[in-house]
């Protein structure tokens, strides 16, 4: 039977901002660009955490350490008590939107009990919840190291696909956490523990964690093995709007504005309802030299997007542009 926890993890995974391309190709340009903000936390609500310790994440591809979870899954536990922890895990991580306060509070009343995988986990996505990733990034790496030496396992997790792909879910979880604390080293080492871990390299997991390595690359301004990252998760998916708006903004970073515009023009028509697909595109076209591509799509996020935080970036282009060029040869936005 796969893996409550693993299931719960893979559904947890944090969908985060956009590549944080800064000046790059647009310094090199003396046309004024507004790019979109990166936002770490749109699945999260802000927040501060308390100062906490560095975690030190032992070093991947240490296939000893993983061992003892794969001893046989007897550890003195009936089925009775697996299924009440898996029970208990459930109601724990349902609280997660609601009520992450009272997540919270249960998974650290269960851990009075001892050391329990599950318990932790919940924790630590309870923390994420509540706008402190600092903790949840400790917590993550607590658990981490509880997987690498079979502490806190309660209830069999060796019937899951495998529990490499478990601890790949995990560090990929305190990848993301870290990322929201505005901690991108730490991260990428995180991710990059991660995809030492995972057993396969086409599966879904594999791809996410090359996608948020990618992103944490960009943060770090290290372009050109984000391109990497991003090209071997096409790759094992093939193309995505996410991963087409990302090499976008790498190569645009970089100042090779071909595979980027035509990355660019590929994340629109993969997802259509982006602004910031849109404004990424627009941006490339200014740069370019095509001001009426990059005014047509500027408009289009205006009217359709008023409220989306790429449209006031385009609001603040389409202002400067005109500043240059006071009377301008508006074209109606695209459909």
């Not at 947890?12 to 936390?41: F, H, M, Y």
């Not at 730490?186 to 990059?192: G, I, K, N, P, R």
């Not at 309802?273 to 996020?301: V, Y």
Request: net charge negative.
């Amino acid at each position: 039977m796969k893996s409550i926890l693993f299931m719960a993890q893979m559904g947890a995974l944090c969908t985060l901002g956009l590549i944080g391309v800064t000046s790059g190709a647009s310094a090199q340009q003396n046309d004024p660009l507004s790019e979109l903000p990166i936002d770490q936390r749109r699945a999260n609500p802000a927040g501060l955490a308390d100062p906490q310790p560095d975690t030190e994440v032992a070093p991947a591809g240490d296939s000893d350490t993983l061992v003892p979870l794969m001893l046989p899954p007897t550890r003195g536990i009936s089925s009775a008590k697996a299924q009440e922890e898996a029970n208990r895990y459930r109601a724990c991580m349902r609280r997660m939107d609601t009520a992450p306060d009272r997540a919270l509070e249960d998974a650290l009343a269960w851990l009075t009990d001892g050391p329990s995988l599950p318990a932790e986990h919940c924790a630590a996505a309870a923390l994420v919840a509540l706008g402190r990733p600092d903790a949840a990034a400790e917590r993550y790496g607590r658990l981490a190291d509880d997987m690498r030496t079979g502490r806190g396992l309660t209830y069999d997790i060796v019937d899951a696909d495998d529990p490499y792909s478990l601890l790949a879910g995990i560090y990929a979880q305190m990848g993301n956490a870290l990322l929201l604390a505005d901690k991108p080293e730490q991260a990428y080492t995180a991710f990059s523990n991660g995809l030492a871990q995972a057993p396969l390299e086409n599966d879904p997991l594999t791809l996410e964690l090359h996608v948020d390595r990618a992103r944490t690359l960009g943060l770090l301004g290290e372009y050109e093995d984000a391109i990497k990252d991003l090209e071997q998760a096409r790759m094992i998916g093939g193309w995505r709007a996410d991963i087409a708006l990302y090499l976008a903004s790498a190569y645009r970073a970089l100042g090779d504005l071909e595979p980027a515009l035509d990355a660019a023009i590929r994340a629109v028509e993969l997802d259509q309802q982006s602004p910031a697909a849109r404004l990424e595109r627009a941006n490339i076209h200014m740069l370019t030299g095509d001001e009426k591509a990059a005014r047509t799509d500027w408009q289009t996020i205006v009217t359709r997007w008023p409220d989306a935080a790429a449209a006031f970036a385009a609001r603040a282009n389409l202002a400067a542009l005109d500043q240059m060029d006071p009377a301008p040869n508006n074209t109606a936005p695209t459909p």
